[in-house]
């Protein structure tokens, strides 16, 4: 793969919370690639690192405590850790933008829902405010509002009609990548759905990359492309949708689909995975996962395995694929 | 035709429909129900979506008191703007011309008790007290609203800059603040007024300095709190500058208890103009201020009232006023106090 196939393209991210009781590493080493048009699944449990994945691409860090210790991001071939803030600002809305979990405090209560959107129009593109507002107004009825509502605040409207209003900012300024940190979590299921929906027809529409923060393997069946599974701050195995689905091989992935009921399959009770997410402070050494793998060799705690390549592009940070 | 839903009755009137959903349709002849359908894109009424200003107008014209508070500032306001048309000049027999009625002087006609030419009596030149009350309004008014202004204009920029950015640019600010702070309202007042020398601006600027650490304050800790709401993030990641942040996001978030303390600052700049007027530091004597109009009538207070009773009741008056109106505005948007 070159770079200009490549939209975004995240190569050994270290990103780490300096505090006062330790440091907390938050994401170690973490790759990614991803193609224009292309979405991709961040899959992982809380603590993760997945949202602090998404904030490291926007350089939104919260700084201090954290800090991106090392790595490259490259968007559309440059690489971003360089850039200063004004030109992040520049990416930041308009090539990259990012869809919040909880749209009950994303958007701004005191400004009506037109303006939020306009905002970001303007911030990015040289045109007239009646323009921008018209152009606001074209966004909601693309996600489904009717502009008849479009004067109206946050706390008018229901939950999933807000998320909808986050859309409507997120893709305003037609970004190049999309980074969607949990969008549905906040919301019921019939509502996840239509949002879903939504925002697979507007990807396709506007031709964006995205990723998919997501805790629920049942949205990246149904949205992405490819997934990245997340443990402990890097990726333990990353493959294209069908490939990961099918044929799991990273013994974390194996327990994550094991820790799902299946309808087809009546078992008596689930199996999960034992133990706990380890503290990120306080990583054990060598391969994360091993003090909660069922098939740890004595040299998983010894080294961290590298990204193995097994063929179809699946890639697995596993030492039982070393060969 | 008329819509049954949930067993309330809707008209189709355009004006209060809205969205279209499922509902029941409902023949009735009589009382008695021939159908009940259901179909399938009934409609429900818009619901009547109450804004913020109409919600804290009745909250607040529901409290007694602060909608007393509120008529005393709206009397107020009317007889600032109409001082002329309540107490207009008066023609003078001697000069042939019109004076204006504060200020004109009549000294046949010294210390008259309340009566019906002079409702507030005249003072010991011959001034109609009611006319000076009422342009010393006007004065009252504009000193009020200008220091607040400037306080609150100061003290919020400071304020929000000192949440904003925090670090040491937060230390050194809120400690000058502090310095401030300490050094009580009026004393400060009193000693800027004094090197400022006399005269109407420089009570404004006097009183206005001394309430910019107060306004600070309080926006210092609503910024502070309001930065860390997802939405501030969310505006942040859609690439706004920090100006965009602050004036666009934060500070309309951070606006209730200014407004309270805005409008309970006037009452207090009202009376802290007047009494820097009373000790001589203020708006010069030919002016119907209050403060001056009580200083005046201090020396015949044992023999004649009317000079002081008119214009130390309007100043308690007014400032009783806002504080009451002040009162009244916090309960109504303190959201814990939502009882709506």
Redesign the interface.
Known sequence: MTESNNMLEIKGLTIHYVTDDGVVRAVNDLNIAIGRGESIGLVGETGAGKTTTALGILKLVPNPPGKIIDGEIFLDGEDIIKKSEPEMRKIRGNKVSMIFQDPMTSLNPVMTVRDQIAEVILLHEKMPAAKALEKAEEMLMKVGIMPDRAKDYPHQFSGGMRQRVVIAIALACSPELLIADEPTTALDVTIQAQVLELMKNLKEEFNTSMIMITHDLGIVAEICDKVAVMYAGSVVEYADKLELFKNPKHPYTIGLFNSIPDIGNDVESLKPIKGLMPDPMNLPTGCPFHPRCDKAKPECSEKIPAGYDIGNNHIVKCILFNQ | MIYVRDNKKYSTDPDRL??KLFGYATKTVGDKILSNVKVGTGIIPSIK?KSMFSVILRTVIKSKTAFAGLIIILLLILSAIFANVIAPPVFDDRLGDYLPSWSRQDLNNRFQQPNMEFWFGTDNFGRDIFARVIHGSRISLQVGAIAVSISAAIGVMLGAISGFYGGRCDNVLMRILDMALAIPNILLAIAIAAALGPGLINVMIAVGIGGIPGYARIVRGSVMSVKE???V?????????DA?LIF??IL??CMSPVIVTMTMGLGSAILAAAGLAFIGLGVSPPSPEWGAMLSDGRRFMREFLPMVVFPGGAIALVVLGFNMFGDGLRDALDPRLNQR
């Open positions: 809205r969205c979506k709401q997802e939405f993030e969310a505006a942040k990641s859609s690439g706004a500058t965009t666009r996001h309309p978030n």
